[in-house]
């Protein structure tokens, strides 16, 4: 089987070669179409928030599995307007609740930050969107007259300065305190039992989370729910499952319970 597992993202596309050597990287979503005419011949197994890089690859007359919420309505309750649903989201509600069960909140952390929960009862009943650090940088530059434009690592290595002593460090504690606050504030009325913390920007944000629930990072959510998907439909098999489970995500993944 030559399969390709691609979450296409605003900023960066995230992809797993599967055939007799695997592989993963990440690229550029800029980049994606150009990378992706050298796997023709493939099955692109794909979540996308940018629809254009969906038409192009059809243009290019590349096999292309499109996953939406209805790949998913089986095994996930939907309780919310789907309606703009993103399938990076649902697919991480899918693989949160396979691992870890009911009262589990996904806290995905890119270009946004996206709250999803599962309830007590399983279903997907929605969450939370706003900016992420690099969007509020940005934001912040492009709206004012004074103010810089911060680089993000700048943000990342600084998190822990509270009071600002210039106005560098004072975009710095704003933006971290108000995506920290945020976070915070919606886990406090939520109550999850579990939360599942991912992205690019998911470290800096784990080990702030202040509430009393069991605390899991797993990078590349989305790439992990796809290839459990992906096993479902008899697209792979248990011990491929099993090999790429133990080589790409091994955090706190026990693959008998999973599968």
Do not use: W
């Amino acid at each position: 089987m030559k399969l390709l597992l691609c979450d296409i993202g605003n900023t960066y596309s995230k992809i797993l070669v599967i055939n007799k050597r695997t592989k993963f990287f990440i690229t550029k979503t800029s980049n994606f179409i150009s990378l992706a005419k050298k796997y023709k011949g493939y099955k692109f197994f794909v979540s996308s928030v940018v629809p254009e890089i969906l038409r192009k690859l059809k243009r290019h007359h590349i096999f292309v599995k499109v996953v939406t919420y209805k790949d998913l309505e089986t095994k996930l309750p939907i309780k919310y307007d789907t309606k703009n649903l993103g399938s990076d989201r649902v697919l991480s509600a899918f693989v949160a609740k396979r691992i870890f069960g009911n009262n589990t909140l996904v806290v995905s952390c890119g270009t946004t930050i996206v709250l999803d929960y599962i309830n007590n009862k399983g279903e997907y009943v929605g969450g939370a969107i706003f900016p992420g650090i690099g969007m509020l940088l940005k934001s912040l530059f492009l709206e004012t007259s004074k103010l810089p434009l911060i680089d993000k690592q700048q943000v990342i290595t600084s998190h822990k300065i509270l009071v600002g002593k210039n106005t560098e460090e004072c975009i710095v504690s704003g933006i971290l305190n108000f995506c920290i606050s945020g976070i915070n504030y919606f886990v406090k009325n939520i109550k999850p039992k579990n939360i599942v913390v991912t992205g690019g920007d998911a470290l800096v944000f784990k080990n702030r989370i202040l509430y009393d629930a069991n605390i899991y990072f797993i990078d590349n959510l989305v790439i992990l729910s796809l290839l459990l998907l992906s096993f479902d439909l008899k697209m792979i098999e248990n011990e491929d499952l099993g090999k790429l489970v133990e080589n790409y995500f091994n955090e706190v993944l026990d693959i008998e319970k999973i599968i």
